[in-house]
């Protein structure tokens, strides 16, 4: 029994001795530890910075001089015959090589809206332009990436795309082809009661919209408002040369998808909608790009 008991006293100093090496190695690297853990936790790993390059990569330009046409308008467009994106427009034609918009409005720009979320504890990701999606076979998980991507001029011209891929870069590509081929033609104005200065910085009037549970209403608003809506649809009007509105949303504006769908809607309806000459004049109405309308008035 007193060897036992010697024993166990003897683990015990040991241990002890342990418990106190190991308070001094911390004690003295700690401060070290804490001067390097903020830089660490700001540091992102190589994949997400790889990530955010593809996400913020602009459209790849093209060749048009090397471009072959294949439809009968791209022939047109390559040969000088059609010099204007609105004598395509207006007549309804489709768009079938999005190599003809590349030639008659070379300064687009591009941006993606943020459709995806990342991977986090709870559900609590990062927003991200890829939307992940993942199909279980006998193979095993086959990912799919989905992208929306938005492209204008800022002066009346703006065009909306969506991309599927295996890839996030095919995806990304496929959406900005799309959006080339969706180009339409944006109605503007100044249809606020309170500004009334004759220029097109906002919208003539109401515009509504429903995509699903989401309905959106695009209202005038005076000069300096901004743009009082939610951040993607704020990306499509400031490429669609809208810089004034307000705006209101029902329904479950989380799904960005029909967000963004009744957001496309309540702008063609704008362009849709029938006003006759004198509503014209009264809240300034112009079509496509401001300069070509104001030539055209005076």
């Known amino acids: 029994m007193a060897k036992k ?3 166990t006293k003897e683990i015990k100093k040991e241990e002890i001795m342990q418990e106190q090496e190991v308070k001094e190695e911390v004690e003295t690297e700690g401060p070290a530890v ?24 602009p459209a790849q330009k093209t060749n048009v001089d090397a471009w072959i046409p294949k439809t009968a308008l ?6 000088g015959e059609i010099t204007n994106i609105d004598q395509i427009l207006d007549e309804g034609k489709k768009v079938l ?4 918009v590349d030639v008659l409005l070379p300064t687009l720009e591009t941006d993606l809206l943020m459709i995806g979320q990342s991977k986090g504890k709870f559900g609590g990701g990062k927003r991200r ?8 076979t006998k193979e095993g998980n086959k990912p799919k990436f989905t992208t929306y991507s938005v492209i204008g001029n800022k002066d009346g011209y703006v065009g909306l795309g969506l991309g599927k891929a295996k890839e996030t ?7 900005f082809r799309n959006a080339k081929l969706n180009m339409m033609k944006v109605t503007r104005g100044c249809g606020s009661w309170e500004c009334n200065c004759k220029t097109p910085h906002s919208i003539p009037y109401k515009a509504h919209a429903k995509c699903g549970s989401v ?7 005076p000069k300096g ?8 649809c704020a990306k499509i009007l400031a490429l669609a040369g809208i810089k004034d509105v307000w705006s209101k949303i029902i329904g479950q504006s989380n799904t960005k998808m029909n967000t963004i769908k009744a957001c496309e809607m309540a702008l063609k309806n704008l362009t849709t909608t029938r006003v006759n000459q004198e509503t014209k004049v009264k809240l300034s109405v112009w079509q496509g790009s401001s300069a070509k309308t104001a030539e055209a008035v005076e």
Do not use: H, W
């Not at 660490?40 to 990569?57: G, Y």
């Not at 090589?97 to 003809?100: A, D, K, P, W």
């Not at 870069?169 to 959406?175: G, I, L």
């Open 225 to 232: 408002t901004g743009l009082c809506i939610e951040k993607e």
């Open 129 to 136: 332009a890829f939307r992940q999606t993942q199909k279980k």
């Open 74 to 79: 791209g022939k047109k467009v390559k040969t």
């Open 5 to 7: 008991k010697e024993e």
């Open 215 to 221: 309905e959106i209403t695009l209202i005038p608003a």
């Open 97 to 100: 090589e999005y190599q003809i």
């Open 34 to 57: 804490a001067a390097a853990a903020p830089d660490e936790a700001n540091m992102l790993s190589e994949k997400e910075i790889k990530e955010v390059e593809k996400e913020k990569r």
């Open 169 to 175: 870069v095919p995806a990304r590509e496929k959406a």
